[in-house]
């Protein structure tokens, strides 16, 4: 269970602060795939990240992240630390690269576990159990990782994360640089994930809302820094009370195609920027709906049982 | 990369190490142009009693033969902003040239032009330019230049190479290619655009690294034979003996203001590399 | 991993066979004739006199013979180890005289080369971890890095040689000493040796200190060391990951600078009039003894080759991109 | 990678480069070039002393000099007419007499006397008891074979058989020299340079090789045995059965001799000025502050110039070319170039201005003062402006530089070899002298080898040289080398302008056919050479180069110099100049405990 109060985090320029997430306070249950959607530099990144992985230029402002009832020291590097890999882990968005080109996999894996304390040996059989469900041969830990396909190395990269049985998962834009097929196979994999419990909850972080579609539970959206909309997948398809969740989703060509420009043409404008945003609700300038009210916060309520939405509009 | 400029010349400012670099490198450029000015004695002309410490008089004291060294040092400074210049752009040049060509056409043109860029990077440069200097019964500060030049491109051939490689193969390329634009367009239009700063800083380096060359070219007794620079100042003054005879006024000088210029430049690199690429940027 | 080291292998053949070629045209496209520079020695007084030192000098230096057959016999020669003879110290052969020297080169640039380039790149990666040292004792490497290698052979023999009076400035070991193995020959042996070396040692140390850090500095931004992070290891893990894959790149910038330590060797035995090639090389130049300057030029080609080819081996062992045969782009 | 295994190794690498280093052999190269052994012959080289070679010579019994050696010593064999190690002749080969310039007379050294027997006869008696370092006696037939050797050609001297007709051994130590064209003065210069070979040594090895074996070690008479060599220097040992010691009472001071080569002046004075140094014979720049400044250097005089002269620097003037082969040209030169500067500037007045006639100060009686006071020049660039106005050299284009009277431009270039740096200066001098009075003269430095085919080959425009003006028994040396003659193709020997004119080389001959004796006669000739040398100005004299020599006392006192009381000997290494009584001062020499 994760719990995510008033979390404000920025970036912080030359030029001064810019407002990447602000405010965000929601909930992951245990279980849950949850995705996390925007357009791009919307802080969904930001937000995956200072869960796991704060440090600068992002700048902790406010606001508690709590798993599994206990505060996580997100602000501070060394004691987060102790959390990251056991308790939160992370699928990078650069899971191609993400490991050493110049160690064997099994080595590394060994000399990782190892400066957290661990045997590699004792971890070894769930090791090889885990490379069997995802298809990979145990010759891959005796190879370097330039031997692996881009397929290859994603699926090591998701066995290496959740091999300690973390309870939160952030899998970042996992599917991006991947072709549909091996996407299809990637989300399987999170979801089997999930089922047999090596992992709890689980935040995907993508554009893509089409494949969020076909394996989370709830998708939350963001919009400029803030959060617009969470409800369950169905709820969000159907109905959605965000106005930028509904031009969102009916950007989308069709579900289950492939959606390839980062930016979502379909909706004119673009998002403020935010190292000094405008006040009140983000979306007012590009929001056909957008009236007087909208120039004040909108706060992110809970409109039915699971459903929660930030528009004046909505509630 | 693709930086604007304002955005640039604001990143620029606020770096230290590129305004430190900068700063330096003006400072030597104004001394080597009034430099000139602010001495009344002619570099070679002797004209006060010898070895004489540095005074009100002579700046930085008087040569064994009674030289004013400030004198000498200014002019000098001027030829090493030549051999830099000269040099330094050959060399880039040539690099661009030979590196571009390799990257953007690959192939057996890449496969030759990377063989004679490793030959060439093998055979020791100075070994080279001794048997090219020796050759030549007369040297001017030019033709060191040029020689320098033409044989400090290797490296900056193989960076860019690797630049141009990298660049060819991203989308947009392929995709001008695809529309059928020309290949010189889409190398001055596409790629040469992506890779100014890059361009900057190999030129950066080929500079510093020619001001060395010239240096050393000049000390060992191969250098210009008809003028002064600084590396022939260090050569006179081993020559004559100016250690045992405590003259230090007359090797300091030099080497001092090629090392500030030289490190001023490398400083002024990595500044330009830090506001070039955000990653390095001071926050 | 055949693959690469065969296409090195190819690069080092071409250069060795170019090189030598160059080697050759050297003393016959200089300007002047080393014969008569000879002749001239001897101060013939009629023209008769003259001819028959001139064939007597012709077959002493095996340029009786038709061009092409010159190039053959040099070949031959070279494979024989016969570089022939120095005109400067005539009547030597010059493989002996180079002989001579090679020691004191082995002597001078293996420990400055292997030492600044452990000490440097440990330095930067120490540098780049700490801020204090980043911000202060960097500036030194970037000024040390700028420095001609004589002015700073200069500097430290007038600083350390005169004015201090701590070390000899010239030669390979005192006047007094005939060579032999005694602690007092080699400490004095050492005694010389030790301002060439140092002047050579810390320009280099600049120069791979600043090369460490910065690399050090993007490795440590690197998609792997960032994976590392966010699962928690330790500081002392990634920068490990860090420095080794950092090292790669300074591999291969070992085997780059090689012809720029030649140079510098060269200023700098000048300066401490250190028997090495660089010493002999600049006395063949000045007295165009062009059959030495082949056998200095071909040498150090060699000796860089070498480096070279060890530099590859090693780079295969440490990268095991190149032993996989993805080359990219190595050395 | 394991950082330790590499420090070992590094280490490793260290200390066995260390040890390859000292166990690096001294190479004495025992071997000999060996054509064609026709005949059973006795070979060159003989082994050297026996008995284990000291690794470290006792400072105090070691004589450190240097001077004389600007490469590496390669050659021991002073049958070539090349460049020979230092003190192969003087302290190993030794000649009939030794010559001490500063009385003017001949001191009998292998000779016991000789006299000319009639006009064109010599006879030579040699001291009886000499041997040579191998053992065997040094008799008048190896005195003959020495002779007779010269004829090969290359060979050092050969040219005494031009108007030598033959050499006979009387006796055992009698030798009879009979001329066909007797040159009194040359051959009193021959008496004490010609060095004498062992016969027994030399018979064997093939003429060809003669003039080009590197023959070490050499066998010889004299007071010092071949130790070793190398790169950088040249090691003698005292020849503790040397014949002086016997035969005339002497025994030079220093046991070993250790001669280094020339690294740089920078090197050569800091060696100095440390007192691991006794003797340097290199021009050091600064050495007047020096010997002021309480360094403890000594010098010959105590005040400038501080040196004797040794040799006279001339400016040749190419007059086989344009405008050079114009007197008033050359003479406006003579006018243009400030000497004074070249001295005070250049070289601190350690050297002295030339004479008009450029004879050395040892010479001097021989000046023609009423013809010097009536043609001398000195630097007056109004007077050359003036000549050159009359003569028709005008700027007629307007560059700030004349033209030739037929209206061609006048470029020219003064050479003198890369690294002389004390005449790379003066030629800077001199340059700039000629063109204040409108000369376009430019310096140039070419390499040694490329100036010294330009000089001799008669490229050159104008070139600084003082190969042939040194210090010897007879000023027909002197004349000789200014006017050499006949003029060839390539003039290895002087005269490098070309300046023909038979008069005065008619009387340069004559100069040597007058006998060493007769003053008065020699004035006389030279009276007229001087008058057509300032007339028509060949060459310019323009200083003298000293005769460069600075010692300390830490070591070794009783050095040679002007001071009251002090030996009168020349304190120099150079070649030549053991036997000009360099080889006395060895024996004056005192270890200073």
Avoid at chain 3, 26 to 55: A, F, K
Avoid at chain 3, 132 to 154: K, Q
Avoid at chain 3, 193 to 206: A, I
Avoid at chain 4, 393 to 408: Q, T
Wanted: hydrophobic share 45%; proline share 6%; net charge negative.
């Amino acid at each position: 269970m994760l719990q995510v109060e008033n979390l404000t985090v920025y970036y912080k320029t030359l030029r001064g602060y810019v407002r990447a997430l602000e405010r965000a306070t929601f909930t992951v249950a245990d279980g849950e795939i949850m995705g996390l959607a925007g357009e791009s530099g919307c802080g969904k990144t930001t937000l995956g990240h200072s869960i796991i992985y704060l440090r600068p230029p992002m700048n902790y402002i406010e606001g508690r992240v709590v798993l599994d009832g206990q505060e996580l020291p997100i602000w501070d590097m060394e004691r987060m630390r102790e959390f990251r890999y056991r308790h939160v882990s992370l699928i990078p968005q650069y899971a191609m690269n993400a490991l050493n080109p110049t160690r064997k996999i099994g080595k590394m894996i060994a000399e990782l576990l190892e400066s957290r304390e661990m045997n590699y040996d004792e971890i070894l059989p769930e090791l090889k159990r885990r490379l069997d469900l995802v298809q990979l041969s145990h010759d891959v830990l005796k190879m370097y990782p330039i031997e692996l396909s881009g397929g290859m190395k994603q699926r090591t990269v998701m066995v290496v994360s959740t091999l300690l049985n973390p309870s939160l998962l952030i899998a970042d834009e996992i599917t991006s640089a991947l072709d549909v097929s091996t996407q299809k196979a990637v989300c399987e994999m999170l979801v089997e994930f999930r089922d047999r419990g090596f992992v709890k909850s689980t935040i995907i972080i993508t554009h893509d809302i089409s494949i969020l579609y076909q394996i989370a539970d709830s998708i939350l959206v963001m919009y400029a820094g803030q959060l617009s909309e969470k409800a369950p997948t169905e709820t969000i398809f159907r109905d959605a009370r965000h106005p930028y969740t509904q031009m969102l989703i009916g950007s989308l060509p069709k579900v289950g195609v492939r959606y390839q420009e980062e930016r979502l043409r379909g909706i004119p404008g673009s998002p403020p920027q935010l190292l000094d945003p405008p006040p009140g609700c983000r979306f007012r300038d590009r929001c056909p709906v957008a009236f007087d009210r909208c120039v004040e916060v909108p706060p992110f309520l809970e409109i039915s049982p699971g459903h929660f939405v930030a528009c004046w509009r909505a509630y | 990369m693709g930086l604007k400029r304002s955005e640039f010349l604001f990143f620029a400012w606020r770096n230290r190490k590129l305004r430190i670099g900068v700063s330096i490198v003006i400072f030597f450029v104004i001394l080597a142009i009034v430099g000139p000015f602010l001495t009344k004695y002619p570099p070679n002309e002797y004209v006060e009693a010898a070895a004489f410490p540095p005074s009100k008089e002579h700046w930085f004291g008087t040569t064994i033969f009674g030289q004013d060294v400030f004198s000498q040092f200014v002019h000098g400074l001027k030829a090493t902003f030549v051999v830099g210049l000269i040099g330094g752009t050959i060399g880039t040049f040539l690099g661009i040239l030979i590196g571009f060509t390799a990257g953007y056409r690959g192939g057996m043109v890449d496969e030759v032009l990377n063989m004679v860029t490793n030959i060439v990077l093998i055979i020791p440069t100075l070994a080279v330019l001794i048997i090219i200097a020796a050759y030549l019964t007369v040297r001017g500060i030019l033709t060191e230049s040029v020689l320098i030049g033409l044989t400090a491109w290797p490296w900056a051939a193989r960076a860019i190479r690797a630049q141009t490689f990298s660049l060819r193969v991203r989308d947009y390329v392929d995709l001008a290619r695809m529309s059928g634009v020309g290949s010189m367009k889409i190398i001055f239009g596409e790629i040469a655009p992506n890779m100014m700063s890059y361009l900057l800083l190999v030129y950066i380096l080929q500079f510093g690294g020619a001001v060395l060359n010239a240096a050393a070219l000049d000390f060992i007794g191969l250098g210009p034979t008809n003028t002064i620079s600084l590396g022939l100042m260090m050569n006179y003054a081993l020559l004559w003996a100016a250690l045992p005879l405590g003259i230090w006024w007359w090797f300091v000088p030099p080497g001092l203001a090629i090392t500030a210029i030289v490190g001023a430049l490398y400083v002024t690199n990595v500044g330009l590399d830090e506001v070039f690429n955000p990653k390095l940027r001071e926050m | 991993m055949s693959r690469y080291l065969g296409r090195k292998l190819l690069i080092y053949l071409l250069t060795f066979f170019l090189a030598v070629t160059i080697d050759w045209l050297i003393p016959r496209l200089m300007p002047g004739d080393p014969i008569n520079v000879m002749i001239s020695r001897l101060g013939p007084r009629n023209p008769q006199e003259v001819q028959l030192l001139r064939e007597y000098y012709l077959k002493i230096f095996a340029l009786d013979v038709p061009m092409w057959q010159q190039y053959i016999n040099f070949w031959k020669s070279v494979f024989r180890g016969d570089l022939g003879r120095s005109t400067l110290f005539f009547p030597r052969p010059v493989l002996d005289i180079i002989k001579a020297s090679v020691p004191y080169d082995i002597l001078l640039l293996l420990p400055a080369i292997l030492l600044s380039w452990f000490a440097g790149n440990n330095f930067g990666a120490l540098a780049a971890r700490r801020r204090w040292l980043d911000n202060t004792v960097l500036p030194l490497g970037y000024i040390l890095t700028a420095t001609p290698y004589m002015w700073l052979a200069l500097l430290l023999a007038w600083a350390l040689g005169i004015v201090a009076g701590i070390f000899p400035i010239a030669g390979a070991y005192s006047f007094d000493l005939r060579p032999h193995l005694s602690w007092r020959f080699i400490q004095d042996l050492l005694l010389h040796w030790f301002l060439p070396f140092l002047s050579l040692f810390m320009v280099m140390f600049g120069g791979w200190a600043i090369g460490m850090r910065n690399m050090i500095i993007y490795e440590l931004e690197a998609d792997y060391s960032r994976y590392l992070e966010a699962l928690g290891a330790p500081q002392g893990l990634i920068r490990r990951y860090a420095f080794r894959n950092a090292l790669l790149p300074q591999i291969t910038g070992l085997a780059l600078q090689l012809g720029t330590i030649v140079a510098g060797a060269v200023a700098t035995e000048v300066v401490f009039a250190y028997p090495g090639i660089g010493n002999l090389i600049v006395q063949a130049i000045q007295n165009q003894d062009y059959f030495l300057i082949q056998g200095c030029f071909l040498f150090i080609i060699l000796g860089v080759l070498l480096a070279n080819l060890l530099i590859d081996i090693a780079y295969v062992i440490v990268d095991p991109r190149t032993r996989l045969g993805m080359t990219g782009e190595a050395a | 990678m394991s950082r330790k295994l590499t420090f070992v190794i590094l280490s490793a690498l260290v200390v066995g480069s260390l040890l390859l280093t000292a166990c690096q052999p001294q190479t004495v190269t025992v071997t000999v070039v060996q054509t064609v052994p026709v005949k059973e012959t006795v070979p060159v080289v003989i082994t050297p002393t026996p008995g284990p070679s000291p690794v470290v010579y006792p400072r105090n019994e070691t004589l450190y000099t240097s001077g004389k050696q600007w490469g590496p010593p390669t050659s021991w064999n002073p049958l070539t007419g090349g460049d020979i190690a230092m003190g192969v002749v003087g302290l190993c080969h030794e000649t009939l007499f030794i010559y001490d310039p500063l009385k003017n007379e001949f001191i009998p050294w292998l000779a016991e006397s000789g006299k000319w027997v009639s006009d064109n006869v010599y006879e030579v008696k040699i001291r009886q008891g000499i041997q040579w370092q191998d053992g065997q006696p040094l008799t008048a037939k190896d005195v003959v074979f020495s002779f007779e050797v010269r004829k090969i050609t290359g060979a050092s001297f050969s040219y005494i058989w031009d108007w030598l007709e033959k050499v006979e051994a009387v006796d055992d130590y009698t030798v009879r020299f009979t001329f066909k064209d007797p040159r009194y003065q040359e051959w009193g210069y021959v008496l004490y340079s010609l060095a004498i070979v062992a016969q027994h040594v030399w018979e064997g090895v093939p003429e060809a090789d003669v003039p080009t074996t590197p023959g070490v070690p050499p066998t010889c008479s004299g007071a010092y045995v071949y130790e070793t060599h190398s790169e950088d220097r040249m090691v003698w040992k005292r020849n503790e059965n040397w014949w002086g010691t016997k035969l005339l009472g002497l025994s030079v001071g220093p046991k070993y001799i250790v001669d280094i080569v020339n690294p740089s002046n920078n090197v050569a004075l800091g060696l100095f000025l440390k007192g691991e140094m006794d003797l340097s014979n290199n021009f050091l720049p600064g050495i007047a502050t020096l010997v002021e400044g309480g360094y403890g250097v000594k010098t010959w005089y105590d005040d400038p110039p501080y040196m004797l002269s040794a040799n006279t620097a001339f400016l040749f003037m190419n007059t086989k070319k344009k405008p050079m082969d114009d007197p008033a040209f050359r003479k406006a030169m003579a006018y243009a170039i400030n000497v004074d500067e070249i001295v005070t500037k250049v070289y601190g007045n350690i050297v002295q201005k030339a004479n008009p006639t450029g004879l050395l100060p040892v010479w001097e009686q021989y000046v023609d003062q009423a013809v010097v006071d009536e043609l001398g020049f000195s630097y007056n660039p109004d007077q050359a402006k003036r000549i050159l106005d009359q003569a028709g050299y005008k700027d007629v284009d307007g560059d700030g530089f004349r033209e030739a009277p037929d209206g061609s431009k006048i470029e020219l270039k003064v050479i003198v070899p890369f690294g002389w740096t004390d005449w790379m200066e003066s030629i800077k001098v001199i340059a700039n002298g000629a063109q204040a009075v409108g000369i376009n003269l430019q310096p140039d430095f070419p390499d040694f080898p490329s100036y010294w085919e330009m000089v001799p080959g008669g490229t050159f425009d104008m070139a600084i040289n003082n190969f042939g003006s040194n210090l010897s028994s007879t000023p027909w040396t002197f004349y000789n080398w200014v006017f050499y003659h006949p003029i060839q193709d390539t003039m290895f020997s002087g005269n490098f302008g070309r300046y023909e004119n038979e008069e005065v080389f008619g009387l340069v001959d004559q100069l040597d056919r007058v006998p060493v004796e007769d003053i008065e006669g020699m004035k006389a000739v030279m009276s007229q050479i001087q008058r057509i040398q300032l007339t028509e100005m060949p060459a310019i004299p323009l200083w003298y180069n000293g005769l460069w020599a600075q010692w300390n006392e830490t070591y070794w006192t009783n050095w040679p110099s002007a001071a009251e009381g002090a030996p009168k000997y020349l304190p120099c290494t150079w070649n030549g100049y053991f036997n000009m009584t360099a080889i006395l001062m060895l024996t004056e020499l005192k270890p200073a405990q």
